[in-house]
Every structure is written in structure tokens, then in C-alpha cells.
């Protein structure tokens, strides 16, 4: 009699088949958004397993992708032992961070207050910093060379270094976002950083948005990446 696994109910597992279904299935690409997943989860010490969605050979588009986030974006991720022992699967990295965080009671403060401040920070990364910064990596590094018309590039270089001055204020005295201390780490953090990493690494825009301006978001990115969970979450899916 052949046994079945509640994993067996999500199509994507018939493309990516899981090695240890007992573990959360991450489906993913060392993207800036991307990474958020796999550093939270090595942050949290939660047993995963990593499945790579090439999206420049277009997995995200496949039928079997799809039926789990059907908005087409890495990552996304399927718990098996969910709310109430029941699979969840989930997209939208905001929602993840947030699920993983209160699964394990960590990475998100536990009083009210300091909760909705991370949170807006959260939200903060997911309206501002992620779609200004792609869309600058975009005109910048990618087809946008093409457009003669600098006007969209400047738009977005603008709003970049604004975006990076707000930042740069709030963590002038602080470790992190939330304050001093390890205890003040937080999803915010997570969310934020890999996206300020890639804008000056992988896009090659420092010098466009006045990089070397901003002391406070340097020195806590550089604190950031020597995290060890950082280190490893950023090669995942390898």
C-alpha cells in the first residue's frame, strides 16, 4: 500500500521533489528578496529544504510553480507542519518573514508596540525600497541603457538616495533598525539590508545614489553581513 505525505497535495512537489518533506520547502534564487527567506530560516535555525526557481529559464511560469504562488515571484515556501499541524503554503516574502517570525517566537518584539514598529518597517522595505531600488537596478544596469531618455534612471536614483537617507537616520545610534542590542534584530532588518547589499553591489549604483553619504547604513550592513546565518543564507539556494 503506498503511503502518501501531506506535501502530496501541492503539484510543486511533483517538480521539485522533496528530499525530507518533514522539513519547510523553500522555493527560491539568491535574489535580494530571495535571500530574506533563507537568512530568516537560518537565522531561526528552522530545519528547511532548498529548491532553486531558475526564473531566467522561466520555473516561476510552470504550471506546477504557479499553483502555489500564482503571482509568477520568487520565493515562496510550503511548511508541512503549519497552523493547526496542517500544510501552509505561502508567498509574498513580507507575509513569510512574518509566519516564520511567529512561529518561533523570535524576530519580531513580543511587546505590542515594538511589533507595529518593525512591521512598518517591514512594510516600509516591501512599498519603498524593494520596488525603487529594482526599478533604478533596472534603468541602471539592465535594459533600461537602452532608453535615451535619462529621466526614469534619475526618478528612481532620487527616490533611492531618499530612501537611503531615511534609513540612514534611523540607524544613527542604533545597532538595527529597532534600536541597540541583539534583541532589537528583527524581520525589518532582514528585509531591508539584502536589498541595500544589491543596490550597490550586484546593481553597481553607489556612486549614482551618493553611497559613501550614508556612514550609519554602511557600518550596519557590514555588521550585518558578518553575521554567520546572513553568510550562509545568502548562498542559498546554492
Known sequence: ??????????????????????RIQLY????????????ALEELGLPYEAHKIDIMAGDQFTPEFLSLNPNNKIPAIIDPDGPGGQPLGLFETGAILVYLADKTGRLLPSDAADRYRALQWLMWQMG????????????????GREIADPRPRERYAKESRRLLGVLDRQLAGHDWLLGQGEE????ADIAVLPWVRNLVGFYGAAELVGYNDFREVQRVLAAFEA????????????
Open 28 to 39: 527560491s534564487l539568491a535574489t535580494p528578496n530571495g535571500v530574506k527567506v533563507s537568512i
Open 227 to 238: 553575521r554567520p546565518a546572513v553568510q550562509k543564507g545568502l548562498a542559498v539556494p546554492a
Open 1 to 22: 500500500m503506498s503511503m502518501t505525505h501531506p506535501l502530496d497535495e501541492f503539484p510543486i512537489t511533483r517538480k521539485c521533489s522533496p528530499r525530507h518533506p518533514d
Open 184 to 187: 532589537a534584530y528583527s524581520i
Open 128 to 143: 519603498g525600497v524593494g520596488p525603487m531600488f529594482g526599478q533604478l537596478g533596472f534603468f541602471h544596469k539592465f535594459a
